[in-house]
């Protein structure tokens, strides 16, 4: 069985890692860069953070989905939203029905082999829209029976921002910069600035570690039993 929890424990060090150093290069004078180089990379900085976060979130859902896989569960007992999950996935005619005959028993061929088995590798990938905000990171937990984030988390409400605000404050920096777009009336990069998005993904992803593990804890990807009352 997989070591979820030290692999993925591993997998989170290693991003505070990277993203301490891009601080420690861009911030604290230890590199003597130009200051036309300085000031493309701070630019880019933000970026940086979004890409080390949505890589994260790709391959903590990769690794869960390989832990789910390696319990060896029937596919029937697995939970609603798994089991939908994976069919949307594997399935792309739901989305788009075949028009040809041939697409039609092709698709019926699939379910019905499909159906014959009684376990299934689950589905490897996870759609991150290229735009992982509040909304998007939801959808995902959700999906895997993961409990959601509160848009007023710990230290992200009022007076601060929320965490939803926040996050959204990340993805349209990092798509400003990634699209070419205007980025004059946002924030200049500087340290706190930096350290404010640094510490936003250093806390979802131990966050993120804590709900994986409440599902590891709660078995919450197994399909919930009905419990029958007497009338």
């Known amino acids: 069985m997989i070591d979820f929890e030290n692999e993925h424990l591993a997998m989170i060090e290693r991003r505070v890692a990277v993203l301490t150093e891009i601080e420690k290069v861009l911030f604290t004078k230890r590199y003597r860069l130009s200051q036309k180089h300085l000031n493309i990379f701070t630019v880019q900085s933000i970026a940086m953070i979004y890409s080390i976060w949505e890589g994260y979130v790709q391959e903590s859902f990769q690794l869960y989905i390989r832990y789910i896989n390696s319990l060896n569960i029937n596919f029937s007992e697995l939970s609603d939203e798994i089991v ?27 379910l019905k082999k499909h159906f014959l088995e009684s376990h299934h590798q689950l ?109």
Not at 84 to 108: A, E, I, L, R
Not at 162 to 184: C, P, T
Request: charged fraction near 25%.
């Open 123 to 231: 589905y490897q990938r996870v759609d991150t829209e290229s735009n992982l905000g509040f909304d998007v990171l939801n959808k995902l937990l959700s999906q895997f029976s993961l409990e959601t984030l509160n848009e007023n988390w710990e230290q992200y409400r009022k007076p601060n921002t929320n965490l939803k605000e926040m996050m959204s404050d990340l993805l349209r920096y990092r798509n400003g910069v990634a699209h070419g777009g205007d980025i004059s009336s946002e924030e200049k990069v500087t340290q706190t600035v930096y350290n404010k998005y640094r510490q936003l993904v250093n806390d979802l992803m131990y966050e993120m570690h804590n709900r994986f593990m409440l599902g590891i804890e709660n078995e919450t990807y197994r399909k919930k039993s009905i419990e029958c009352v007497d009338s």
């Open 84 to 110: 939908v999950f994976h069919m949307d996935n594997s399935f792309k005619q739901f989305h788009q029905y075949p028009q040809k005959n041939t697409g039609k028993v092709k698709f019926y061929e699939g």
